[in-house]
């Protein structure tokens, strides 16, 4: 199975600030690279897919980046509402395989 | 608009089975495969396995290979999962997504279930 690994494990940061995180493949998956949030009690959302395509209806403030082994994640001015875990998931090869998150706090 | 709603809590003893419901509305179900994902406390997110909603095949994980079956009813758009021989390990909350090849694009609402004697 391919191992996900996401750094770091949490981060704090303020309303307005950007914010990057990013996720480790264990072998080179291409682009087939998703992000999800789960908010606090909340089921996750996909977020972007692709590596870097927005899913629809997610703002434009959340890029994502990267391919191979190594992906990014990026949130430019943090709204409130984006204080959540971020997840990635591998669906380049059986099983899908899911990194530990990073949990996004407020300073 | 595609809505996936999962059946409600439940709480077992260990040893005992769990069947938990996904039903789907807002698109046809023959399109896309169901995923199952479980999330134990404070705990990553872990695939368990997929189910096509168009003939009923089936990938699963080795981790719940003889533990888990999963079906499908087309004619409600429904999914369904039982777990077998279960544990305090499989505390956790159960969630079915529809699976769009790619990416996981529509969760349900996700299933508590604890186990516990």
């Known amino acids: 199975d391919i191992q996900m690994t996401q750094s770091p494990s949490s981060l704090s940061a303020s309303i307005g600030e950007r914010v990057t995180m990013t996720c480790r493949a264990s072998?080179?998956?291409?682009?087939?690279l998703n992000w999800y949030q789960q908010r606090p009690g909340k089921a996750p959302e996909l977020l972007i897919y692709?590596?870097?395509s927005l899913q629809s209806g997610v703002p434009s403030r959340f890029s994502g980046g990267g391919s191979g082994t190594d992906f990014s994640l990026t949130i430019t001015s943090l709204h409130p509402e984006d204080f959540a875990t971020y997840s990635c998931?591998?669906?380049?090869?059986?099983?899908?395989?899911f990194g530990q998150g990073t949990k996004l706090e407020i300073k | 608009q595609v809505q996936v709603v999962q059946s409600g809590a439940e709480v077992k003893k260990p040893g005992a089975s769990v069947m938990v419901s996904c039903r789907t509305t807002g698109y046809d179900f023959s399109d896309y495969g169901i995923d199952w994902i479980r999330q134990a406390p404070g705990q990553g997110l872990e695939w368990m396995g997929w189910?096509?909603?168009?003939?009923?095949?089936?990938k699963e994980s080795q981790r719940f290979q003889g533990r888990i079956t999963m079906s499908a009813d087309t004619s409600t758009s429904t999914a369904y999962m039982e777990l077998r021989s279960l544990t305090s390990d499989d505390t956790a909350i159960y969630y079915c997504a529809r699976d769009r090849d790619d990416a996981f694009d529509v969760w349900g609402q996700g299933t508590v279930v604890t186990v516990s004697s």
């Open positions: 072998q080179s998956i291409g682009t087939s």
């Open positions: 189910i096509s909603g168009h003939n009923g095949n089936i």
């Open positions: 998931q591998q669906s380049f090869s059986f099983p899908p395989t």
């Open positions: 692709g590596a870097s």
